[in-house]
């Protein structure tokens, strides 16, 4: 099944497409649609840079690539998105850190990796570096999210004021205890 990038007012004939990102029977596989001061993020696939992070106007011209996070045909795969107070946070990977907590202030500039939560620079699985932040939710003008630090406590609650300093764990179990 091939998905395009449309709008609607509700009515058939007020239902058009904005743009085809990816011509031909593939489609763009759009996915995680979110707002954001005026414009909608979104992840999408145009058959080149991979799924990436995508925005829109509400026109073809204002319908672009974003930021290629992870470049080349490679995914960062952007996913579980959350508008926090003008800031559009979302779980990425670069291909360097694996999947982690960015955030964007709506310019490709201002798109960064807020926190490597689990660090892992020695295991050769590149999943072993994912803490793969889930469930992003403005709570209150907060970002709560869950985050798997894999070795030393698992999946558990965070929370984020946007900077890497502020990136807490909100309340933990027991740490894991260490394989040797």
Do not use: C, Y
């Not at 029977?25 to 909608?40: D, F, H, K, V, Y």
């Not at 609650?157 to 027991?174: N, R």
């Amino acid at each position: 099944m091939a998905f395009r990038r449309g709008k609607s007012d509700g009515t058939e004939a007020g239902t058009v497409l904005v743009k085809d990102i990816r011509p031909g029977p593939s489609g763009s596989e759009i996915q995680e649609l979110t707002a954001m001061n005026g414009r909608l993020f979104f992840a999408a696939d145009d058959g080149m840079a991979g799924l990436e992070l995508w925005t829109s106007d509400g026109t073809a011209a204002g319908t672009t690539l974003f930021k290629d996070i992870n470049p080349g045909v490679s995914s960062s795969g952007p996913q579980s998105m959350a508008e926090v107070n003008g800031t559009l946070f979302f779980a990425a990977d670069d291909g360097m850190t694996g999947r982690e907590l960015w955030k964007t202030d709506g310019t490709p500039e201002g798109t960064v990796l807020v926190k490597d939560i689990n660090p892992n620079p020695i295991d050769p699985d590149p999943t072993a570096s994912d803490s793969d932040p889930g469930d992003l939710t403005n709570v209150n003008g907060t970002l709560f999210f869950v985050a798997d630090e894999k070795a030393v406590r698992g999946t558990e609650l965070w929370k984020s004021d946007g900077t890497a300093a502020g990136t807490v764990l909100v309340k933990g179990h027991q740490p894991r205890p260490r394989r040797l």
